[in-house]
T-cell receptor
Framework: DQQVKQNSPSLSVQEGRISILNCDYTNSMFDYFLWYKKYPAEGPTFLISISSIKDKNEDGRFTVFLNKSAKHLSLHIVPSQPGDSAVYFCAASDGQNFVFGPGTRLSVLP | EPEVTQTPSHQVTQMGQEVILRCVPISNHLYFYWYRQILGQKVEFLVSFYNNEISEKSEIFDDQFSVERPDGSNFTLKIRSTKLEDSAMYFC???????????FGPGTRLTVT
């Protein structure tokens, strides 16, 4: 039962362009959503979060959008940089547990 | 900047042996977590720990596993009688507030042979 889905296993984007990473969830009890970035052989690194009472949160080049009715969130990175190449995990919390999506591997091409 | 640390970085053990994975969470955090990631698969939640007791655990966290906070700084995951399928990266995380962002350690790679 995949409560958090990231349907694109990989994404390639040209440097300077926008990267859009998508995430869908099924559990309506989730009220807090997070994005993490993970490099090989390292632990996930927190990027940005959003509470269910908001529909947008912005931090520098990173913006997360939440569409509660569609149970969908997305992470926008603009402009994309080669150093952004990593696996991006969407995670959702109901206040007790964290559920991670399977991840999307982003490759930013110079 | 405070960070979560984990030791060892790589542990090789024989099937049936016990292992203890160690974590030092960020000092003023109160919530602690263990996750694992089998090679090529997603990060999976194992257990959360608060106020010296388990607050949530997943189906993966069966009687083979236990957690402990033996002192004011360490948080350990013990795996009794390891199996080949326990081979994975094990990540410790901590957070200051329940349900809020967690800060992850670099992970311990466990290899069971």
């Amino acid at each position: 039962d995949q409560q958090v889905k990231q349907n694109s296993p990989s994404l390639s984007v040209q440097e300077g362009r926008i990267s859009i990473l998508n995430c869908d969830y099924t559990n309506s009890m989730f009220d807090y959503f997070l994005w993490y970035k993970k490099y090989p052989a390292e632990g996930p690194t927190f990027l940005i979060s959003i509470s269910s009472i908001k529909d947008k949160n912005e931090d520098g080049r990173f913006t997360v959008f939440l569409n509660k009715s569609a149970k969908h969130l997305s992470l926008h990175i603009v402009p994309s940089q080669p150093g952004d190449s990593a696996v991006y995990f969407c995670a959702a919390s109901d206040g007790q547990n964290f559920v991670f999506g399977p991840g999307t591997r982003l490759s930013v091409l110079p | 900047e405070p960070e979560v640390t984990q030791t060892p970085s790589h542990q090789v053990t024989q099937m049936g042996q016990e292992v203890i994975l160690r974590c030092v969470p960020i000092s003023n955090h109160l919530y602690f977590y263990w996750y694992r990631q089998i090679l090529g698969q997603k990060v999976e939640f194992l257990v959360s720990f608060y106020n010296n007791e388990i607050s949530e655990k997943s189906e993966i966290f069966d009687d083979q596993f236990s957690v402990e906070r033996p002192d004011g700084s360490n948080f350990t995951l013990k795996i009794r009688s390891t199996k080949l399928e326990d081979s994975a990266m094990y990540f410790c995380a901590s957070s200051g507030n329940r349900g809020h962002e967690q800060y992850f350690g670099p992970g311990t790679r466990l290899t069971v042979t």
